[in-house]
T-cell receptor, first 116, second 110 residues
Framework: ETGVTQTPRHLVMGMTNKKSLKCEQHLGHNAMYWYKQSAKKPLELMFV???????ENNSVPSRFSPECPNSSHLFLHLHTLQPEDSALYLCASSLTQSGTGDTELFFGSGTQLSVL | QQQVKQSPQSLIVQKGGISIINCAYENTAFDYFPWYQQFPGKGPALLIAIRPDVSEKKEGRFTISFNKSAKQFSLHIMDSQPGDSATYFC?????????FGAGTTVTVRA
């Protein structure tokens, strides 16, 4: 596999469930990101990991918990979500963290999350 | 606070026509301005980018025009094709991160 792979593609969960989103990149990049995409809104940066260290937490509620065990894998653990958390969650990677140089982000296809 | 304002929200163009998407910003620390293209069911992908020391950059049918004094930049899609139907996001980078516009959905009618 090449590029950035996200699983699952679709997820429906109740407000009391616990689930995890997985992201894997095969590009040899050092930075990984979680973005939230809602209709008619800018892409919303949630978390940034650079060399496995979390470098940004964009005031995200604690019901979202990221994990980055190595430079190639990123998880987003979800628990007690709200219906307004329904959105497309995108994982991205870059060679260096955005903000340094002309950094191109490579996105996965996203997980479409519906919270009932 | 939205750092990059993008318009229009959507547009429809006939095949062969020109699509124009506009973005404006306030932060003069922005030093890199990429455009990302997103097809349904896919993540965004870098389309073309410009730095503020250049007023125009062209790649194939896609052109970025940049007006530093007005703090505005735009994407022009020439000879629009049905395969160009997608959502386009402008973005701007400072030392810390990339800020995205809200996106423009372009529909090219055959």
């Amino acid at each position: 596999e090449t590029g950035v792979t996200q699983t699952p593609r679709h997820l429906v969960m109740g407000m009391t469930n616990k689930k995890s989103l997985k992201c894997e990149q095969h590009l040899g990049h050092n930075a990984m990101y979680w973005y939230k995409q809602s209709a008619k809104k800018p892409l919303e940066l949630m978390f940034v990991y650079n060399f496995k260290e979390q470098t940004e937490n964009n005031s995200v509620p604690s019901r979202f918990s990221p994990e980055c065990p190595n430079s190639s894998h990123l998880f987003l653990h979800l628990h007690t979500l709200q219906p307004e958390d329904s959105a497309l969650y995108l994982c991205a990677s870059s060679l260096t963290q955005s903000g340094t140089g002309d950094t191109e982000l490579f996105f996965g296809s996203g997980t479409q999350l519906s919270v009932l | 606070q939205q750092q990059v304002k993008q318009s229009p929200q959507s547009l429809i163009v006939q095949k062969g026509g020109i699509s124009i998407i506009n973005c404006a910003y306030e932060n003069t620390a922005f030093d890199y301005f990429p455009w990302y293209q997103q097809f349904p069911g896919k993540g965004p992908a870098l389309l073309i980018a410009i730095r503020p020391d250049v007023s125009e950059k062209k790649e194939g049918r896609f052109t970025i025009s940049f007006n530093k004094s007005a703090k505005q930049f735009s994407l022009h899609i020439m000879d629009s094709q049905p395969g160009d139907s997608a959502t386009y996001f402008c973005a701007a980078k400072d030392d810390y991160k990339l800020s995205f516009g809200a996106g423009t959905t372009v529909t090219v009618r055959a």
